[in-house]
């Protein structure tokens, strides 16, 4: 089955600076990468996706990039806010809707 | 998207007993759902597909006999965890999509919690 590796686990920003989320997978016939972001004791919300036949793609201040051949994708926040704040996991499809998790990134952005 | 809700959002049961979650998608046809369970701080886990009208998929290691799902119709799955234990004391949540790969709707979740 498919694997989906996340890292890092934590990761604490500045107010205005970037951060960067990284997801390896396994399965080489996973198309679709969606990202989530969770608060606390809410569900997740998908914030962007990416679809194996893209690149890159970008929303405001949130851009996805995949390579295929390396089996990797990652998030880009940019200009981070407070309200960034929250648990984001990446995911991995390779079947009818089946998602596969990473384990989770707690982002903390300090005023 | 699909808009999809969960009762209870929360509860508290004794040992021994059973509780039921129902999983509701309001505006979407769902003839699968899904159920995952999220421990504090820890990823979201799948734990079986609810197919409608046959029966559930589950994930290797979850209890088919202590995890029961129904998914009678296209808008209603429950989840039925009997005999509660404390270790099932967790965040259950479920979810609807679309065919093939596309983007999961989550319900907002139900806080289990067995004394």
């Known amino acids: 089955g498919e694997n989906v590796e996340q890292h890092p686990s934590t990761l604490s920003v500045q107010e205005g600076d970037s951060a960067v989320i990284k997801c390896t997978y396994s399965d080489s016939a996973s198309n679709y990468f969606p990202w989530y972001k969770q608060e606390l004791g809410k569900r997740p919300q998908l914030i962007i996706d990416i679809r194996s036949n893209v690149g890159e793609k970008k929303d405001q201040r949130i851009a996805v990039t995949l390579n295929k051949t390396a089996k990797h994708f990652s998030l880009h926040i940019t200009e981070t806010q407070p309200e960034d704040s929250a648990v984001y996991f990446c995911?991995?499809?390779?079947?009818?809707?089946?998602?596969?998790f990473g384990k989770g990134t707690m982002l903390l952005v300090s005023p | 998207g699909a808009v999809v809700s969960q009762h209870p959002s929360r509860v508290i049961c004794k040992s021994g007993t059973s509780v039921k979650i129902e999983c509701r998608s309001l505006d979407f046809q769902a003839t699968t759902m899904f159920w995952y369970r999220q421990f504090p701080k820890q990823s979201l886990m799948l734990m079986a597909t609810s197919n409608e009208g046959s029966k559930a998929t589950y994930e290797q290691g979850v209890e088919k006999d202590k995890f029961l799902i129904n998914h009678a119709s296209l808008t209603l799955s429950t989840l039925t965890v009997t005999s509660a234990h404390p270790e099932d004391s967790s965040f259950y949540i479920c979810s609807t999509g679309g065919g093939g790969a596309s983007e999961q709707f989550f319900g907002p979740g139900t806080r289990l919690t067995v004394l």
């Open positions: 995911a991995a499809s390779s079947g009818y809707s089946t998602l596969t």
